[in-house]
């Protein structure tokens, strides 16, 4: 007999026992207590004596207490077998196997509660006012109709003076439904919302009832802290952290669903795969923080410009993944990925600045594109890839040959840092010609790689992989100082010196040491700044407007010309551009493709050319390639040209017999 056991018996004729908390068995055990207990203990008679379910509930809310830490004093209303009362009291104790135990003893308690009906026993004592000790423990008593006859002062703490248990469900009908179950059982568990003195809470509660006076006790566990918690594990594995947006897991459950409802409805339904365009310069230039904070104004502006019933996902990084159900065609979804892109594409206001941003977008549907979800994620990822290659800010649906076209890709990606290492580069130059006198004077380089296996790669095709790659600041630098020395090498050779312009890529205009490297490369080479000029797209220059003004300041300090690409697919005004010191307007080729087609279009390029003249701009048309256009512009008073009409780009030779044959301005001839 241990020590501990020997404590036990000599509280006979007291009941007295100890349980193991962890096991929730009760090793140790005296007469009293196993005649006490019988009924309630699986296995009395082995070692082995289990607490049977009603026990363990009572144990429950105590033990889960003190596995948090707190050492409450045990104290517990016990009817025996025979309908006795016992108060049972115990404190916690350590056990010999090192385990926490609790000692209990059990006091008879007949004087309190051998009460009748009302509530009074002999004594006059009130049955209740026992409930008023438990100062850790919030428990109360409920007559038969619900009404409260007593309760716990922690029990008032927390809930307040509550008469009708009605008044603690946070749910209309809870408690009638409570009550109805309750009914059914004598004793319950459950989890459930209650209106406490801190507004509404989730608790456990446990309700008991006394058979002999039909009064029924309730004890309750805020558990709160316990469901937030459950809640966060879940939104942490379920949700992005930085957008608050569902992530990759729950797409994957969505689009499973999405695909079972589809099956059985027989509907389709479908994806927009969407990337941002350059965000990793973004990222580069400015640091990670904003970056993240671009990326979460992006996820609302997107979020706020999709249906409700669209759901949009965040797959990381700059990736996102819309998802639209029930769709009824193809146009739906377009409708969609424009809406989107026109929303995203305004400017946000990021880390004191006014940075913009676009987005490309792969279309993928269910059926007509793949029958499962990772096919069908696939291919929007495909058809994405292919819009980004297409020039950014655009979407493409899905075609049969995508997937193909990004082995391609990732084969030529692999090429890319070799080429750049054994000069697998030529520029191409571009004759730019004079309206009206049609003579040359100047030219455009236009980089190609003669791929040792695939031939010549248009730059349509490998620059967008350098900028991804990082590639295209070496790449970039490899063009301009190839474009000087070809100037060099024209003018040694004795030719009239022309205005050569170069193109910049956004992720290379971010470059924080271009300047420099520019003038290094004019020192070099020897070559005139004033016959170097930069061509900049407009949405380059958006991303942070304040810094490319600063740079473009400094390009002009070095005597260099500049010049805006592709005008008219961005977003700027001319009014925006005059305060940017830059000399020429590059009109897109879109517009002057439609020339004669289309009388809107025409209307723009006159009014352009005109509020560009009066703004001292001077406007240079590219991709020429009719007669009538060139009447056109040179009605409009357009000062240059570029195009197939005169030429395509040609190879240095090429283009030396073009000017040979066409000649070059006389203005240049006399600058030489
Ligand atoms: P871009 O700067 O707008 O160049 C004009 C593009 O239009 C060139 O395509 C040119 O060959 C083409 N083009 C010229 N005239 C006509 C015409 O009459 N009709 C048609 N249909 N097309 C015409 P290319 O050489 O394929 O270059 C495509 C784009 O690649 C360029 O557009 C430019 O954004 C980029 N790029 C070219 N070289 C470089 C470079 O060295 N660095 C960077 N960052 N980008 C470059
Ligand atoms: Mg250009
Ligand atoms: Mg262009």
Redesign the pocket.
């Known amino acids: 007999m241990t020590d501990l056991s020997s404590v036990l018996h000599s509280k006979l004729p007291l009941a007295a026992w100890v349980i193991d908390i962890e096991s929730a068995t009760v090793p140790l055990l005296n007469c009293a207590a196993k005649k006490l207990l019988k009924g309630s203990l699986e296995d009395i008679n082995s070692r082995q004596r289990t607490l049977c379910g009603a026990l363990k509930k009572r144990f429950s809310l105590y033990l889960e207490s003190h596995k948090q830490g707190h050492l409450l004093p045990f104290m517990w209303l016990f009817k025996s077998k025979e309908g006795k009362y016992f108060n049972v009291i115990g404190s916690v104790i350590t056990l010999e196997n090192g385990r926490k135990g609790l000692s209990l003893e059990a006091h008879p308690a007949s004087h309190l509660l051998a009460s009748s009906a009302d509530g009074v026993d002999q004594d006059g004592v009130t049955s209740v006012d026992f409930l008023t000790q438990f100062t850790t423990l919030p428990v109360a008593m409920f007559d038969r109709s619900g009404t409260q006859i007593g309760s716990s002062h922690c029990f008032t703490n927390q809930f307040g003076e509550v008469k009708h248990i009605q008044e603690l469900f946070a749910a209309a009908g809870a408690a009638n439904h409570f009550m109805r179950r309750f009914s059914e059982h004598s004793c319950l568990s459950q989890e459930i919302r209650l209106v406490t003195k801190n507004g509404i809470r989730w608790h456990l509660i446990e309700v008991s009832l006394d058979a002999k006076t039909g009064h029924f006790y309730l004890v309750t566990q805020d558990i709160q802290e316990k469901r937030d918690h459950e809640i966060d594990v879940y939104r942490l594995n379920n949700y992005d952290a930085l957008t608050n947006l569902p992530n990759r897991k729950l797409l994957y459950q969505q689009l499973e669903n999405a695909l079972f409802n589809a099956i059985k409805r027989n509907r389709q339904f479908g994806l927009l795969y969407l990337d941002l365009d350059d965000f990793k310069v973004i990222n580069d230039h400015f640091g990670h923080r904003v970056g993240d904070e671009l990326i979460q104004q992006v996820a609302e502006r997107i979020k706020s410009s999709i249906p409700a019933e669209a759901c949009l996902y965040r797959l990381g990084g700059d990736e996102f993944v819309v998802v639209m159900e029930n769709t009824k065609s193809l146009t739906e979804l377009e409708r969609l990925a424009e809406m989107i892109m026109q929303n995203a594409a305004q400017t946000y206001p990021v880390a004191k600045m006014e940075m913009m941003i676009t987005a490309s977008i792969g279309i993928a549907s269910y059926p007509q594109h793949a029958n499962d979800v990772d096919n069908l994620l696939k291919n929007a990822d495909a058809a994405m890839y292919r819009a980004k290659s297409a020039g950014h800010n655009l979407y493409r649906i899905y075609e049969n040959d995508m997937a193909d076209n990004i082995n391609a890709h990732l084969t030529l990606g692999g090429g890319l840092r070799k080429g750049i290492e054994e000069e697998q580069f030529v520029?191409?130059y571009?004759p730019k010609i004079r309206l009206p006198d049609e003579t040359v004077v100047g030219a455009?380089?236009?980089?190609?790689w003669i791929h040792p296996e695939l031939g010549m790669i248009?730059?349509?095709q490998f620059?967008p992989l350098a900028e991804e790659s990082g590639l295209?600041l070496p790449?970039?630098e490899w063009?301009i100082r190839r474009a000087c020395r070809q100037l060099q090498e024209w003018r040694e050779a004795g030719h009239a010196p022309i205005r050569l312009s170069?193109?910049?890529?956004s992720r290379?205009f971010m470059q924080a040491n271009l300047v420099s490297m520019v003038e290094r490369v004019l020192c070099e080479t020897g070559v005139d700044p004033q016959y170097l000029e930069l061509?900049l797209?407009e949405s380059m220059l958006m991303v942070d407007a304040q810094q490319s003004i600063e740079k473009l300041h400094s390009f002009r300090k070095l005597g260099l010309t500049l010049s805006i690409?592709?005008f008219g697919t961005g977003y700027s005004s001319l009014a925006y551009l005059k305060k940017l010191p830059i000399q020429t307007l590059?009109i897109?080729?879109s517009f002057i493709?439609d020339l004669g087609i289309d009388d809107d279009n025409d209307t723009i390029v006159k009014a352009t050319i005109s509020m560009a003249n009066n703004l001292n701009l001077k406007v240079i048309a590219?991709?020429?390639?009719s007669r009538s256009q060139v009447d056109a512009l040179n009605g409009y008073e357009c000062a240059e040209v570029?195009?197939?009409?005169f030429a395509?780009?040609l190879a240095s030779t090429e283009f030396l017999s073009y000017i040979m044959q066409h000649g070059v301005s006389n203005h240049q001839m006399r600058m030489m």
Do not use: F
Request: avoid cysteine.
């Open positions: 520029l191409y571009q455009e380089a236009l980089i190609r248009s730059p349509d620059i295209i790449l970039g063009v170069v193109n910049l890529s290379q061509e797209t690409d592709d590059k897109d080729r493709n590219e991709g020429v390639e570029q195009g197939y009409l395509k780009p």
